[in-house]
């Protein structure tokens, strides 16, 4: 009796749905990774922004939740470090950010030694008046409750312990009591919450912005017509550019804006000819900006927004470096898997990726479901089962049926790469 040994891994039926089955992921991960490395090449504006993986972050849930929420810069942990006030004195973080900001300012305007003074001197009243709000600062706030809707009046204090205690609750009832039952037991109170800790978030956010946005609009006070007008230089060279381009990029964003605040002011200095010519010749309505003291502050205002420092809240390096990351890494697993290159290697890299996507959101029981996607899962969801095809696409030869690899695998320097079944004999049976 013989013993057939399978030394043919597949039939040709499989192995043909198995090179399908490659291609369909490989164009899905391709296209999914080209998107996004397109939009690093547009300039953030009012209809396009480069990819950010940090709205996805957020929302991530499961036991991996802080290290992801951290990555993409949580919001409520930045705010509680810039109000983390002792005795009502002015949080470390929330100072040295101020600091910062004026520091760069300074460097950027090249404020000589008196404007340098002036700014310190203005960064130390602001600061004081900082100190005071957070001492003696009140606000009449909205507050609903189930029967009415009433409006306190709470000190700075009370408000960050407000949020803080709410925070705190939030946090207890989506990672304790949910995993705790296998059920999703607090879900309208999660909701709730949500909403509640989003509003006391954005109200306290807001007070700090408006107090940073006057101590921009202070030291802007310090700035002489010719600071102004190298400013207008770096302006006048980025619209030259929009002009003369295509697209949604930084560039072209600051011609709209300009024509627009040119439109709001209503100039009847501004000569037919240069409205005329205001799109392809958008540094003739700067120079009129430049003449004119009331349209300076709008071509400033201009300025600012796309050239001049911004307040820095947080360090978004690292998530900077993990989107481009995966934009390229499923850009080339995608591309690898198209063309049938480095099969095993790129089925590997596209099968870390989906799995990171799992961990960052997983279908656990007693996790509130994920509102991103459409249908209900538990435990295993759409990119678990990519993730799967694609190790089990690793465990092929793949790429050598159908690819590259079949013609990289004549090359000597490559063998290694595809090594070869050993052909085992059929065994006779003597007995």
């Given at each position: 009796?013989?013993?057939?040994?399978?030394?043919r891994p597949?039939?040709?039926?499989t192995?043909?749905?198995?090179?399908?089955l490659?291609l369909a992921?490989?164009?899905?991960?391709?296209?999914?990774?080209?998107?996004?490395?397109?939009?690093?090449?547009?300039c953030?504006?009012?209809?396009?922004?480069p990819?950010?993986?940090?709205?996805?972050?957020?929302?991530s849930q499961?036991?991996?939740?802080?290290?992801?929420?951290?990555l993409?810069?949580?919001?409520?942990?930045?705010?509680?470090s810039?109000?983390?006030s002792?005795?009502?004195?002015i949080?470390?973080?929330l100072?040295?950010?101020?600091?910062?900001?004026?520091?760069?300012y300074?460097n950027?305007?090249q404020?000589?030694?008196?404007q340098?003074?002036k700014?310190?001197?203005?960064?130390n009243?602001?600061?004081?008046?900082?100190a005071d709000?957070?001492q003696?600062?009140?606000?009449e706030?909205?507050?609903?409750y189930?029967?009415?809707?009433v409006?306190?009046?709470?000190?700075?204090?009370?408000?960050?312990r407000?949020?803080?205690s709410?925070?705190?609750e939030?946090?207890?009832k989506?990672?304790g009591?949910n995993?705790?039952?296998d059920k999703?037991?607090?879900?309208?109170r999660?909701?709730?919450?949500?909403?509640e800790?989003?509003r006391?978030?954005?109200?306290?956010?807001?007070?700090?912005?408006?107090q940073q946005e006057?101590?921009?609009q202070d030291?802007?006070?310090l700035?002489g017509?010719?600071?102004?007008?190298?400013?207008?230089g770096?302006?006048?060279?980025?619209v030259?550019q929009?002009?003369?381009?295509?697209?949604?990029?930084l560039?072209?964003q600051?011609?709209?804006?300009?024509?627009q605040?040119?439109?709001d002011?209503?100039?009847?200095k501004?000569?037919p000819d240069?409205?005329?010519?205001a799109e392809?010749?958008?540094?003739l309505?700067?120079?009129f900006?430049?003449?004119?003291?009331?349209?300076r502050?709008?071509l400033l205002?201009?300025?600012?927004?796309?050239?001049?420092p911004?307040?820095r809240?947080?360090?978004?390096?690292?998530?900077?470096?993990?989107?481009?990351?995966?934009?390229?890494g499923?850009?080339?697993?995608?591309?690898?898997?198209?063309l049938?290159?480095?099969?095993?290697?790129?089925?590997?890299?596209?099968?870390i990726l989906?799995?990171?996507?799992?961990?960052?959101?997983?279908?656990?029981?007693?996790?509130?479901?994920?509102?991103?996607?459409?249908?209900k899962?538990?435990f295993?969801?759409?990119?678990?089962?990519?993730?799967?095809?694609?190790?089990?696409?690793?465990?092929?030869a793949?790429?050598?049926?159908?690819g590259?690899?079949?013609?990289?695998s004549?090359?000597?320097?490559?063998?290694?790469?595809?090594?070869?079944p050993i052909?085992?004999?059929?065994?006779e049976n003597?007995q």
């Amino acid at each position: 009796m013989k013993k057939p040994f399978l030394y043919r891994p597949t039939s040709t039926a499989t192995r043909v749905f198995l090179v399908l089955l490659r291609l369909a992921i490989g164009w899905h991960l391709f296209i999914e990774g080209a998107s996004k490395l397109e939009t690093f090449s547009v300039c953030p504006t009012g209809t396009s922004k480069p990819f950010s993986s940090r709205g996805y972050l957020l929302q991530s849930q499961g036991p991996l939740e802080p290290l992801f929420r951290k990555l993409a810069g949580d919001p409520d942990i930045l705010l509680t470090s810039l109000l983390d006030s002792a005795d009502g004195t002015i949080p470390i973080a929330l100072q040295a950010q101020w600091r910062d900001y004026v520091a760069r300012y300074k460097n950027h305007y090249q404020l000589d030694q008196g404007q340098q003074s002036k700014a310190d001197a203005m960064l130390n009243q602001h600061l004081a008046r900082l100190a005071d709000w957070f001492q003696k600062g009140s606000k009449e706030v909205s507050r609903d409750y189930s029967f009415a809707t009433v409006t306190p009046t709470l000190t700075t204090a009370e408000r960050i312990r407000e949020y803080r205690s709410r925070l705190q609750e939030l946090r207890e009832k989506i990672d304790g009591w949910n995993l705790r039952f296998d059920k999703d037991v607090t879900k309208a109170r999660v909701n709730a919450l949500k909403s509640e800790v989003a509003r006391m978030r954005s109200e306290l956010q807001k007070d700090l912005d408006d107090q940073q946005e006057k101590l921009g609009q202070d030291l802007d006070k310090l700035l002489g017509r010719g600071q102004l007008l190298v400013e207008f230089g770096r302006l006048i060279d980025m619209v030259k550019q929009g002009s003369q381009s295509k697209g949604y990029g930084l560039d072209q964003q600051a011609v709209a804006e300009l024509i627009q605040a040119a439109r709001d002011a209503k100039s009847d200095k501004i000569s037919p000819d240069v409205w005329a010519n205001a799109e392809q010749k958008p540094d003739l309505l700067i120079t009129f900006y430049a003449s004119d003291p009331e349209f300076r502050k709008a071509l400033l205002r201009v300025a600012k927004r796309q050239i001049a420092p911004q307040m820095r809240v947080e360090d978004t390096r690292l998530l900077e470096w993990a989107d481009r990351t995966v934009a390229w890494g499923l850009t080339l697993a995608g591309l690898g898997l198209l063309l049938g290159c480095f099969t095993r290697l790129s089925s590997l890299v596209g099968a870390i990726l989906l799995l990171l996507f799992y961990l960052a959101m997983p279908p656990l029981p007693g996790l509130p479901d994920n509102p991103m996607v459409e249908g209900k899962y538990l435990f295993v969801n759409k990119n678990l089962i990519e993730a799967l095809a694609l190790l089990t696409l690793a465990t092929t030869a793949s790429g050598r049926w159908f690819g590259i690899d079949g013609l990289l695998s004549l090359l000597i320097p490559f063998k290694f790469f595809w090594t070869k079944p050993i052909l085992v004999a059929p065994v006779e049976n003597t007995q």
